[in-house]
Nanobody, 125 residues
Framework: VQLQASGGGPVQAGGSLRLSCTYS????????MGWFRQAPGKEREFVAA????????DYTGSVKGRFTISKNTAKNTMYLQMNSLKPEDTAVYYC???????????????????WGQGTLVTVSS
């Protein structure tokens, strides 16, 4: 399984970006895909996740109401629409996938087996 993330870049505070993550290969099971981010000097943190079949979603509190996770099943692609961006959203954003997660594990980075390369989002004030 390979994941390819894209869409990062520089943006001013209050602006928007849409990240994409396309996977190839077979993940299997009732898989979940998620977004994590890692700011300089900080640990990787959960941002959002989506159940690929049912479409259930979950978000970390700091992005609720600003970010939206979605999927295009036909294109094997997950998206993260980020609106009202803040300087504290600056980070490398990673996409991840796993075929065996239960919902209580969605926010745990160690629970995901497959990872894409990161895409850098820089929000200036």
């Amino acid at each position: 399984v390979q994941l390819q993330a894209s869409g990062g870049g520089p943006v001013q505070a209050g602006g928007s970006l849409r990240l994409s993550c396309t996977y190839s290969g077979r993940i299997g099971g009732r898989y979940v895909m998620g977004w994590f981010r890692q700011a300089p000097g900080k640990e990787r943190e959960f941002v959002a996740a989506i159940d690929w079949r049912a479409g259930y979603t979950d978000y970390t509190g700091s992005v609720k109401g600003r970010f939206t996770i979605s999927k295009n099943t036909a294109k094997n692609t997950m998206y993260l629409q980020m609106n009202s961006l803040k300087p504290e959203d600056t980070a490398v954003y990673y996409c991840a996938a796993d075929g065996t997660l239960i919902r209580s594990s969605w926010s745990s980075s160690t629970a995901y087996d497959y990872w894409g390369q990161g895409t850098l989002v820089t929000v200036s004030s």
